[in-house]
């Protein structure tokens, strides 16, 4: 009986990832992903999530010392290593090194197509951070030095668009589903981690962060649905 599920099972899974359905509900989760960014920056520039925003940055401080973060000393150099994960350097070493790999295998249409799905993103956040044009967060200090425009989040973006994105690409390009799961999983952790440090650093509002997550994800779907199709044409190397 075992047998028979995992039979089943196998079967089943082979049916979804070789179907247009997955494409199709891909294509939705991207278009419903675009109308909540567009409604999240459409009320942050009307002011009405600057309340939640800031009562969610105050939790996080001590209320008789707002440049105190919460918890013992360790944890605010945690957040700072943890904030480096969505740094430039961190992100284009990162980037490079998964070049290298993409490289050695000799996968070279698709090396191509990871650089333009990181430029990409880089120049969609650029254009984002100056279209809305928020302020940084004035409700607590800040315990790191930025100048650059608050939405959305550009580490917690960029984050997103690299680790995600890269996770997404990989995941193309190895065949066991384990792979897949794993480095889209880790993806999505290291570009959680980067944003949740953003706002315990206080610059950030966690609604910045919120857009960074969404825009970035959005971003690495296109993405992965750009090389299966790419794939499918024979453009793009395959697994």
């Not at 998964?98 to 956040?125: P, S, T």
């Not at 499918?232 to 190397?237: A, D, F, L, P």
Request: glycine letters at 10%; proline letters at 4%; a neutral charge.
């Amino acid at each position: 009986m075992i047998d028979c599920w995992k039979r089943w099972w196998n079967e089943g899974r082979r049916w979804v990832l070789n179907q247009d359905l997955l494409v199709l509900l891909l294509s939705l989760g991207v278009a419903f992903g675009l109308w909540a960014f567009i409604e999240l920056a459409d009320e942050v520039r009307e002011g009405d999530t600057l309340g939640l925003d800031e009562r969610l940055m105050r939790a996080l401080r001590n209320p008789e010392n707002l440049a105190d973060p919460v918890g013992p000393p360790w944890i605010e150099g945690l957040m700072r290593d943890l904030t480096a994960l969505g740094g430039v350097a961190v992100l284009t070493l990162v980037t490079l090194g998964v070049a290298g790999f993409v490289a050695i295998r000799r996968q070279f249409h698709a090396l191509w197509l990871l650089f333009a799905a990181i430029g990409g993103g880089l120049l969609l956040n650029l254009l984002l951070k100056d279209l809305i044009n928020r302020s940084r967060p004035a409700v607590v200090p800040h315990l790191m030095h930025e100048t650059s425009a608050s939405f959305p989040s550009g580490h917690s973006m960029l984050s997103a668009v690299v680790y995600v994105t890269l996770g997404a690409l990989l995941a193309r390009l190895v065949e066991p589903l384990k792979l897949k799961v794993y480095v889209l999983v880790m993806g999505l952790m290291f570009s959680f981690l980067v944003g949740l440090s953003r706002v315990y650093l206080g610059v950030h509002y966690p609604t910045d962060v919120l857009a960074g997550w969404t825009m970035g994800s959005l971003w690495a779907v296109i993405c992965w649905l750009a090389a299966r199709f790419l794939q499918r044409r024979g453009t793009v190397e395959g697994p």
